[in-house]
């Protein structure tokens, strides 16, 4: 007998669920969640005959539905594979609603969101995605993708033709903390790592550790992330330093270029910052916004007035 699909439940290759009154096969392994079930996630569930006969009755060669089916709003069917779209370079430094209808919709219907969609169901972290309109999902899963393409280059240069700089940050994944990886400091018995991933429209820098659950840990909205795919940064102290500072971040006083960090919504720039709380050191965020480093520490995060910011030696 089918299962049923539920929530918060590992769907691989070939797996089949019933929804509804209706059965579905996957399309992209992923990790089910609450607002994804599979009448609103054609990209990934493709809809099978009600007769049991494993026959695909979903979008198709033929463009075939069943007669009731009604397909939800805005909904555009998923590409054939070989069917592909090119977003250049420029394109994806944009935002999703910086970008014309109609190349919106050439993106859905040819697959340029696919890559978002199986990245976050692969397990990325989405902020309240469930209570966002349809526009804001495509916006969030627009530039998570983006990010990671992103990250991807960087890790790909990296590997073809090494370091490029005292610091770099690169795709990295889980536990696995490389051996050039920037220390920060240890707190108890293990050892703080730089990082920084995708949230919420944002790229927000937070600790790594082969003790964490996930590997990284990132502070936002007061809480802290686990996060399993994340960029750390690799490089050389001989050509970097922590310059002091305090408060709201004036980087013309730090009298030196601090290293890339992430950014906010509204593109305010956030440098690396260490910060020292309970014993040890912590990495975090600094910025023109904040009265002091923000650092995820105890499952929300702590801001410190006091800390210091990563610069390059020159």
């Known amino acids: 007998m ?3 699909w539920e929530p918060g439940t590992a769907y691989g ?3 089949i669920v019933r929804y509804e009154g209706h059965r579905y096969k996957i399309i992209i392994p992923h990790t089910s969640q609450g607002d994804w079930n599979p009448t609103v996630t054609p990209n990934l569930w493709g809809r099978l005959s009600d007769e049991d006969k494993g026959e695909w009755d979903g979008y198709q060669e033929h463009h075939k539905q069943p007669a009731d089916y009604k397909p939800p709003v805005d909904y555009h069917p998923p590409a054939p594979e070989e069917q592909k779209v090119d977003i250049p370079h420029e394109e994806r430094q944009k935002r999703w609603y910086d970008l014309d209808d109609n190349r919106k919709k050439d993106l859905e219907i040819g697959g340029g969101l696919l890559a978002g969609i199986a990245a976050a169901a692969g397990g990325y972290y989405l902020y309240k995605h469930h209570e966002k309109s349809e526009e804001d999902k495509k916006s969030d899963t627009w530039a998570l993708q983006n990010w990671l393409h ?4 960087r890790q790909k240069e990296y590997r073809q033709n090494g370091p490029r700089g005292p610091a770099q940050w690169i795709l990295n994944k889980g ?5 050039n990886a920037i220390v920060v400091g240890p707190e108890h018995d293990w050892t703080l790592w730089i990082c920084r991933a995708y949230i ?5 820098v937070g600790k790594a550790s082969n003790v964490f659950e996930r590997g990284a840990v990132i502070g936002y909205h007061d809480k802290e992330v686990q996060l399993d795919t994340y960029e ?11 310059v002091d500072a305090s408060g709201y971040l004036d980087v013309d006083n730090l009298r030196a270029r601090p290293v890339e960090g992430g950014h906010d919504k509204d593109g305010t720039p956030l440098f690396i910052a260490e910060a020292p709380h309970n014993g040890a050191v912590h990495p975090g965020i600094a910025s023109a916004k904040l009265e002091g480093a923000v650092i995820p520490y105890g499952g929300k995060t702590v801001q410190v007035n006091n800390y210091r910011v990563l610069c390059y030696n020159f």
């Open 2 to 4: 089918t299962a049923f």
């Open 13 to 15: 290759p070939g797996d």
């Open 150 to 153: 992103d990250a991807e280059a």
């Open 175 to 179: 536990k696995d903390i490389p051996p």
């Open 200 to 204: 919420d429209g944002t790229i927000q």
């Open 232 to 242: 750390i940064l690799v490089g050389d102290m001989r050509g970097l330093k922590w």
